[in-house]
Every structure is written in C-alpha cells, then in structure tokens.
C-alpha cells in the first residue's frame, strides 16, 4: 500500500489524515490539541513549539505500517500566522495568529506610509488590516527591537511545519498572497510594502515555488523524529482556506466553499485575480494555480460557544433551543464581536445583544439569533460576489457548524443558494494530502490537473444537500435588513 499524508494544523488542534490514494480511502487520522494564548489587548498568540510537539503526537497515533507506507505529504496551515525565526531557525518569540487584532494601530501607520487604502489595493490587492501578517512583523519591530534584530526569516505556520519536514525556507502563492506583502496580480512579493516595514525585509521572505513544486523531501532529522520515511516527497502546501478549496473541489468557477469554525470563510476559485474595491474580499491566491477571493469573519462559531457554555447547554440542546424560536428570533439580534472582528473592519468590535424586549427575551430568540449573526456575517461576503459579478452556483459547506442540520438550513436559506456537505469532515487535511498527490505526479512527469485530482478524490454526490426554501429566504432577507441596521449604527463605536 502506498499513501499520501494531509496534515492540518488549525488554531485549536493539529490534524494528519493517511489516504490510500489506490482504494480511494482514508486508512488512519489523528488529531492533538493546540492551546491558545490570548490578553485583552487583542492579542491571539502561539507557541512555535507547540507545532512540533503536535505533530509529534498527531504521528504517534498512527501504525508503524501506516506511517511507513507514506509517498508523499502535504501541509495545510492557518493563514497569516507569523512564525519569526532566527539565522539558526529557532523561534524568537511567541506566534502571532490569524485572529489577534493588537497591530491595529500598525495597519494604521502602514497603511498611512502606503499613501491610503486605495494604494494599497494598487500594489497588493488587499487593504492592511490587523489579521495580515505584515502588521505582526512590524509590530515586532516596534515592540521587540531587540528580538527583531536577530530576525532572519519570516515563515507562516504551514512554512514552518515544511521547515521542520524539509529543513528548507520556501513559500507558496496562495498563503503568501495572505500575508500583505505580497503583489497577487503579479503574483511576487511587494518590495515597495516589505520596504514600508524594513529595507531587508524582503531578504527574509522565502523563495516562493508553484503549488504543484515540492518543498523538499523528509530529512533524516525529521524522519527519526515524526517516524516517517526519509526522503518522501513533502509539497508545497499552503493555507488551511487554499487546501479546504481543493478537499471541497472548488477549483472551477461557480462554487463556493463556506468553512463554519471559530472563524467563519467563504471563497471561491476564479481564473483571474479579483479585487474587491470595498474590502471585504481578500483578494488571495489560490493553490493551484488560480485566484481564491475569499471573505473571512473572526467570529463564526464563537458567539455560540459561548452562549452555549452560559447557558450549560450541550452542542444539540443548544440546536434543539435555537431551532424552537422563528427565524428572526422575534427581532433580538445578536453582532458577535467577541474577538474584534476583520469583516467587516471593527478591530476593537465587542459583542452585542440588541433588540430586547420583555416579550422576546427568551433563551429560544438568544440562541436563534446568535446561529443566524454568524452566517449574517457571511451574507455580506455573498453581496460582494454578486457585486463582482461572480455567478455561484452552490455552497461546499465544511468546519463543525456543517454537522448541524439547523446551521445547514439557515445557511441555505440566507444565502439563497443550494448547500452540499461533502463526505469527508477533514477537508483542509484532504485537500493537502490531494495536493501531495499532485507534486507526486507530477514529479514523476505526469500532466496530472488539480481538477482531475477533485475529480477523483473528492466526493460530494453521496453528502447531504439542503435546498433554500422561498418562503424562509424571504424571511431571512427580512432578518438580514434587522441585523444590517444595528451592524451600521454601531460600526463606528468599533473602529
């Protein structure tokens, strides 16, 4: 048996995902927990060790005969983190994440530095906003001189697992394109922002490879470590938002995949590079080749945890409350703001709880409405691709909230667009084992396409499918109208 390994290294756990690319089946997986270090000045940080030990663990949990039977590995990693290394390659200080908001203040001097947002959008297509991992550099700078003088290289956490495989210091487009110093119409890193920050900045950047290219091959290092064979293929990776695109199959026009986690994504592929002049679409590369415009909310799930935890509930008794109130939740809305938020822009956004009365505030509309405020969130990433003339034919729906027959009917019915879940519930972690399977190939001289791959590997005929329901999209349109006008009356308390 030979077997490609997907590995996913999320915000809350680490993931790796065996697949018998020959039978067409997942053969093992395991998971280990990450920790999340988080202050009240918005800062959301990470041990760069604490990777390593994960996927220590995560390779523990899998057979001996498993592990050996290994070809080739793909890396999926969150986007934007930013992992500072010395000229030795050890950690100079704690991984600053996709969701700390502290640098608002640097966005703010860099985007001033840039000449405005519309120069910003010129050179790099996206606006420089506090999840980028541009602010985080130059936040180091100015809060750690000391440690930033000894940078010598800026990885992002799916770098950084390729590093600890390879020992190499390469990069791909599309989680390149995440961080703000990065051209995606040319698709190069920005001399003109990485000078912004440091004239030697860019020398710190990794040289960037196609999606397809390896990375490396394991080290005899890294073998003896994580108990892998020495020398199998370890392929560019990317970030967890690319490789969920191809463990979803959108990698064509027309599809849309939505992630329901602790933060909320919406993206589809497209063959040419899509800018979005008001900002709430990051205009991303995709990892095979293409774009990936792409909508990303801080707080998707985290509003219902944390109602859910207040109110003792499990995962189904909140469904079960949240689905006994009407859609609307009788007028309460919640904006969950608990983490700032990044769309819209409000890095100092709180959460809210609003239109209470005495006849509505029950445990039911709370529930409803703090369920519905995450894929409201999402509705807004919707009308920018409408503006942008993007023609979605059906959301891919992944993450934890895609398990909830509830969060799947709300999401077909806000969005006004047919939902399918596809069978595998790993579809960062698959869609980089796919990816490895593509370097292998073709490594080999093969002309295999990314889309014959999906093709092939990614099974969405046998998941569920919710259709919208025109009443409930009226109503939800209805809704969404409520939760617009609270979001625009308090948007500026949260800028």
């Given at each position: 048996m030979k077997t490609v390994c997907g590995i996913d290294l999320g915000t809350q756990s680490c993931k790796v995902v065996v697949y018998d690319y020959e039978q067409?089946?997942?053969?093992?997986?395991?998971?280990?927990?990450?920790e999340l270090i988080a202050r009240n000045d918005g800062s959301r940080e990470q041990e760069a060790d604490w990777y390593d030990n994960a996927l220590r663990q995560c390779f523990n949990q899998i057979s001996p005969e498993n592990r050996a039977s290994i070809v080739a590995l793909g890396v999926s990693g969150q986007q934007h983190g930013f992992v500072p290394l010395d000229g030795e390659g050890k950690p100079l200080y704690q991984v600053k994440l996709w969701c700390d908001t502290s640098t608002a203040k640097e966005c703010e001097e860099l985007t001033a530095a840039a000449g405005g947002e519309a120069a910003l959008l010129k050179e790099t297509g996206l606006l420089m906003l506090p999840g980028y991992t541009a602010p985080k550099i130059y936040w180091l700078k100015k809060h750690k001189p000391e440690l930033y003088a000894k940078l010598r290289h800026v990885l992002l956490p799916h770098d950084y697992l390729n590093f600890l495989l390879t020992g190499n210091y390469v990069a791909e487009y599309g989680d390149a394109s995440g961080t703000a110093l990065f051209d995606v119409r040319n698709r190069r890193w920005s001399e003109k922002i990485c000078a912004l920050i440091d004239p030697h900045l860019i020398e710190y950047l990794p040289p960037l490879i196609e999606s397809h290219a390896m990375a490396g091959t394991v080290s005899a290092e890294a073998a003896k470590k994580y108990g892998i064979p020495e020398g199998a293929l370890v392929a560019s990776g990317g970030g967890d938002?690319?490789?969920g695109a191809i463990g979803t199959g959108t990698v064509e026009d027309g599809f849309l995949t939505m992630s329901l986690g602790t933060s909320g994504t919406l993206y589809g592929y497209s063959d040419s590079p899509v800018v979005d002049p008001e900002g709430n679409l990051a205009a991303f590369c995709s990892s095979t080749g293409g774009w990936l415009p792409l909508l990303?909310?801080?707080?998707?799930?985290?509003?219902?945890?944390?109602?859910?935890?207040?109110?003792?509930?499990?995962?189904?008794?909140?469904?079960?409350?949240?689905a006994a109130a009407p859609i609307g939740a009788e007028g309460v809305v919640v904006l969950?703001?608990?983490?700032?938020?990044?769309?819209?822009?409000?890095?100092n956004g709180r959460a809210s709880l609003l239109g209470l009365t005495q006849a509505n505030f029950r445990r039911e509309n709370i529930a409803r409405a703090t369920l519905e405020s995450a894929i409201f969130g999402m509705r807004i990433g919707l009308e920018s691709f409408k503006k942008l003339q993007f023609k979605a034919r059906e959301i891919r729906l992944i993450g934890g909230g895609a398990k909830s027959p509830l969060w799947r009917s709300i999401v077909a019915n806000v969005m006004g667009l047919p939902v399918r879940v596809p069978e595998s519930d790993e579809a960062a972690a698959m869609g980089a084992a796919i990816q490895a399977l593509w370097c292998l190939e073709r490594s080999a001289g093969l002309s295999t396409t990314i889309k014959d791959l999906c093709a092939a590997h990614v099974r969405v005929d046998g998941g569920l499918t919710v259709e919208p329901d025109p009443a409930q999209v009226q109503a939800y349109n209805e809704a969404y109208g409520q939760y617009s006008k609270y979001l625009a009356a308090l948007a500026p308390l949260y800028r």
């Open positions: 067409k089946r997942v053969v093992q997986k395991a998971s280990a927990p990450l938002n690319m490789m990303c909310t801080m707080n998707c799930t985290v509003a219902s945890e944390e109602f859910r935890q207040l109110f003792g509930m499990n995962v189904r008794e909140f469904d079960t409350v949240a969950p703001f608990f983490n700032g938020e990044r769309t819209p822009n409000l890095p």
